[in-house]
T-cell receptor, first 113, second 112 residues
């Protein structure tokens, strides 16, 4: 079975721009969760989508949004980028949800200049 | 709110030595999971513990869930260079509303 894939792997943007990241889960997994990883804050939960509905949300501003498609693929969007948004964005899929075993993708390294 | 504290933050180990990393919570956990992230990589699931006092082994790694289900430990014996990476615990709790609380991780450096 193919693992979780994320595109792009690396991205450089400037402040004020917006960005869209994509995640394809493991086949058969209906839950996709997004995490932000930074050296200072560790792994922070952004949100979870299950069957195209946002089921869980972390403590991030509204500039961070996501969606899930009928094939379980998910996208995450960050608008009006700030320098502090520079991070590794990890997507994880699971069978049952965000509290279930998380299968992480390789991540997208976002740098905001 | 609920926090999962992981100690130590850094662990320098001589190859061949043993070490332990700990995960502590102030509230009762429903389950605990452990992940390993190699440098430049992504977290990879290692194991899940659910029962009070549960002990599971994977080769040189021993995972334990406390009797009160408020703490967990990962013990590695005879450390090898392949053990380098950051080990995270992730806890499911009744207040976490269906998501995992990740600890800050223990970064392990192995000296040959």
């Amino acid at each position: 079975k193919a693992g979780v894939t994320q595109t792009p792997r690396y991205l450089i943007k400037t402040r004020g721009q917006q960005v869209t990241l994509s995640c394809s889960p493991i086949s058969g997994h209906r839950s996709v969760s997004w995490y932000q990883q930074t050296p200072g804050q560790g792994l922070q939960f952004l949100f979870e989508y299950f069957s195209e509905t946002q089921r869980n949300k972390g403590n991030f501003p509204g500039r961070f949004s996501g969606r899930q498609f009928s094939n379980s693929r998910s996208e995450m969007n960050v608008s009006t980028l700030e320098l502090g948004d520079s991070a590794l964005y990890l997507c994880a899929s699971s069978r049952g949800g965000a509290a279930d075993t998380q299968y992480f993708g390789p991540g997208t390294r976002l740098t905001v200049l | 709110g609920q926090q999962v504290m992981q100690i130590p933050q850094y662990q320098h180990v001589q190859e061949g030595e043993d070490f332990t990393t700990y995960c502590n919570s102030s509230t009762t956990l429903s389950n605990i999971q452990w992940y390993k992230q190699r440098p430049g990589g992504h977290p990879v699931f290692l194991i899940q513990l659910v029962k009070s006092g549960e002990v599971k082994k994977q080769k040189r790694l021993t995972f334990q869930f406390g009797e009160a289900k408020k703490n967990s430990s990962l013990h590695i014996t005879a450390t090898q260079t392949t053990d380098v990476g950051t080990y995270f615990c992730a806890a499911g709790t009744t207040d976490s509303w269906g998501k995992l609380q990740f600890g800050a991780g223990t970064q392990v450096v192995v000296t040959p």
